[in-house]
DNA sequence: CATCTTGTTACGTT
DNA sequence: AAACGTAACAAGAT
């Protein structure tokens, strides 16, 4: 389910529990939840320290405690974070329980595709410095956009956006949107994007991302009807604009929507018609918050 | 029963 | 050496 909006979204599901001690830590230790994870020392550093803050950055999560304790959290597919009363009792796939005096925060994720880390130190664990600019931050440039471009030449667009050292928190949703949005063919191989098309692609993930964050991360709204995203889950989903039916297919190892009519690959897009004079175009200008 | 899934990663190939 | 394509992971929904 998350990407960059859901996961800000599931972050914040814990702020009420910040400021509050950790009274006891249940878990299940042998879930793959847990691979490379010195369980021991998670249960008795966490055990009476305090969360302090937390911070998302692209899928991933960081949750800081007192007694130098941090917790790092990926959702995988199914993964989400809630809060519970204080008496709850774990469930099946209630692999991370963190009991509190007034309430209980619990990390769920039946297919276990997402991930817990745990660092013991003074700061930030090294994955959490290391992780690739932000999509909304002044280092994420329309230079450093195309030179991930161009190292990934042969890549489809599609796959391209979906890697996550360039494009972090975009998962299969946001990168159709974004495809959709800026009128290019999910096939296209990325080292064919040139001229004004990069610069367009910035400007539309910028677009994308932030509107994710304003719709979604509040209180998990979808997106306005407008969005691609309302189509794209249909079996007979139809392009927001002109109602042409969308294709899909796997791309880059994913299931696929897009318009035909609207999304066509670079070299072809002088051949083809115009759309009616009064149909409103879906660029965005980068201008929106 | 078969097929699908909003994510990564190991592994073999190019 | 990098980049690339695909199977695999696990469980629930349709």
Redesign the pocket.
Known sequence: ???LA?VEYFRRQWDGGLGHCITRVSLHGQR?IFRGVDLPLLVKVLTGSKLLRSEAR???MLFRYSKSAWLGL?????GSLRTEHASFTPG??DHLVIHQALRTLVFTD????G?VQFHHGKSEPEWWCSLPPALDSADFTITALCAFLL??????IK??L?L?QGFPG?????ADEILWRAKLDPKTP??ELNGQIPALLWRTIRFVSRGAMKHVSPSFSDPPKSWLFNQR?KRDGVCPFHGTPLK?E?V????TAWCPRCQVKHGQRSVRARPAKNQPVPIATGKQR
Do not use: D, Y
């Not at 990926?74 to 199914?78: A, D, Q, R, Y």
């Not at 039946?110 to 595709?113: D, I, T």
């Not at 975009?170 to 946001?174: D, F, K, Q, R, T």
């Not at 880059?252 to 299931?255: A, H, K, S």
């Open positions: 389910m998350p990407e859901e793959r692209g899928k991933q990926h959702l995988g597919m199914t099946k796939h039946p297919r276990q595709f991930r190292r990934h030449r042969r890549l489809s796959a391209a979906l996550q975009i998962g299969n949703w946001m990325a080292g889950w899909r796997i880059g190892g994913r299931t």
